[in-house]
């Protein structure tokens, strides 16, 4: 029986989903900005986090195609390249971002910010008509700006070799508000590792805390749940992790999205963990 059919036997209204072909659910793109000039810190662990989303898009049978140190420049040409193409036979388009960031940017290699509504907008109906009514899924791993919640340091601690945050400090209008990133039309979810204004933190050895919960929690409900409620538990399991940052402080951090969705996505695959 089909997960669709398990799902219509157990009284759901189809009407409220997407359109969800598990056959050609549609691309993946990951890009993963690890090494980068001018002096900016390595992003040690973003490897781990590119590998375990490639897992994680492979299972649900997306079309994976990974880019690895993307300039400013090339991060555009790789989102302009993939509007253009014709989705027209696929349910949906993932985009993955991993890198160093900003309010509402993420940036290249090269140190220069993309503004992240820059890349949504290629996506819009106007601009890419075969994704027009189908899902535009966006992650993005990376920070949001400089801000920390500092806790003291308790027992329990997940343990780690100092995690590492991914901001560029730069001067930003604290006017504009996460809304800004998003085309005004419906089909966008776009998911942050933080909040608008916060750090956003990676273990080096086991990597980023909401890369590696977003695919832990896809991969084990994505049958039982819709995406938005299980964006909903990465934010309170993420939230709950004390990150140890120096030897006697802890901070907190919780993700953020920002959907028009205007349906329920499931992405009913064959095979999952």
Known sequence: MSPLARYHNTGYDLNGFYPFDQRNPGKCIIINNCKFENDLLERKGSDIDADELLNTFRQLHYQIERHEDLTSHQILEVADTLSQQDHSRYSSVVICILS????RSVYGVDGFPVP??????????SNCKSLAGKPKLFFVQACQGSKEQIVKRREGTRPVARARNDVIRVETDEDETVEDVIPDEGDFLLAFS???GCSSYRDPEKGS???QTL???IQNDCMRNHLLDILTDVKKRVSKFKILI???QTVKTIPSHYSTLTHKLHFFPENTR
């Open 100 to 103: 160093h960031g900003g309010l």
């Open 194 to 196: 933080t909040a608008p």
């Open 116 to 125: 992240v509504r820059n890349l949504t907008e290629k996506f819009t109906g």
């Open 246 to 248: 120096e030897e006697d």
């Open 215 to 217: 695919c832990e929690q």
């Open 209 to 211: 805390y909401f890369i």
